[in-house]
T-cell receptor
Framework: GAVVSQHPSWVICKSGTSVKIECRSL??????MFWYRQFPKQSLMLMAT?????????EQGVEKDKFLINHASLTLSTLTVTSAHPEDSSFYIC??????????FGPGTRLTVT | QKEVEQDPGPLSVPEGAIVSLNCTYS??????FMWYRQYSRKGPELLMY????GNKEDGRFTAQVDKSSKYISLFIRDSQPSDSATYLC???????????FGAGTRLAVHP
């Protein structure tokens, strides 16, 4: 149980375009989902917390107009990187909150902006 | 000083060894403690989840929390090459509050 999927697993896009990443909890409902970013050989950096049906809460320094988060259902949250630039290239990982407040992570999405 | 300190390693052990991974923290409000395993280019996998002080065992893994010393440990018995990964400790004050991660310890188990 507690499986979280992400799609796509890897995406390459051109500078200036937008990219959408999906995060799904496959066998449980998650009222709260999280989006992280991870650079090589570094730990995870929380970008934002999303609650189903309400606006996401962004961490300090994360541009909410650049990283659009939508949590429209109890099993799906999306992250859209708008007007992507090479410095946005990173590993993006989502997690879904379990019933005991633990977090289950997805497999991650590798974004490369050329 | 970071809220959570974790030795980044790398830690190299022979197959079958007992591995001890540790984290220290400074925030006494932390109540929920987790250990994750992360393989290269993959998302973290939840291994152990404990609340407050005490021990928890699951197969070859044992998690210990000592809140009085602000110290948590993960022990891996009979380590296998497949255990080679980065191990992240994480903790929170409760609810869906922000998880604070350690830097991660890279473990290599060689045959």
């Amino acid at each position: 149980g507690a499986v979280v999927s992400q799609h796509p697993s890897w995406v390459i896009c051109k500078s200036g375009t937008s990219v959408k990443i999906e995060c799904r909890s496959l066998d449980f409902q998650a009222t709260t989902m999280f989006w992280y970013r991870q650079f090589p050989k570094q730990s995870l950096m929380l970008m934002a917390t999303s609650n189903e049906g309400s606006k996401a809460t962004y961490e300090q320094g994360v541009e909410k107009d650049k990283f659009l988060i939508n949590h429209a259902s109890l099993t799906l949250s999306t992250l859209t990187v708008t007007s992507a630039h090479p410095e946005d290239s990173s590993f993006y990982i989502c997690s879904a909150g379990g019933q005991d407040y633990e977090q289950y992570f997805g497999p991650g999405t590798r974004l490369t902006v050329t | 000083q970071k809220e959570v300190e974790q030795d980044p390693g790398p830690l190299s052990v022979p197959e079958g060894a007992i591995v001890s991974l540790n984290c220290t923290y400074s925030n006494s409000a932390f109540q929920y403690f987790m250990w994750y395993r992360q393989y290269s280019r993959k998302g973290p996998e939840l291994l152990m989840y404990t609340y407050s002080s005490g021990n928890k065992e699951d197969g070859r893994f044992t998690a210990q929390v000592d809140k009085s010393s602000k110290y948590i440990s993960l022990f891996i018995r009979d380590s296998q090459p497949s255990d080679s990964a980065t191990y992240l400790c994480a903790m929170s004050t409760g609810g869906y509050n922000k998880l604070i991660f350690g830097a991660g310890t890279r473990l290599a188990v060689h045959p």
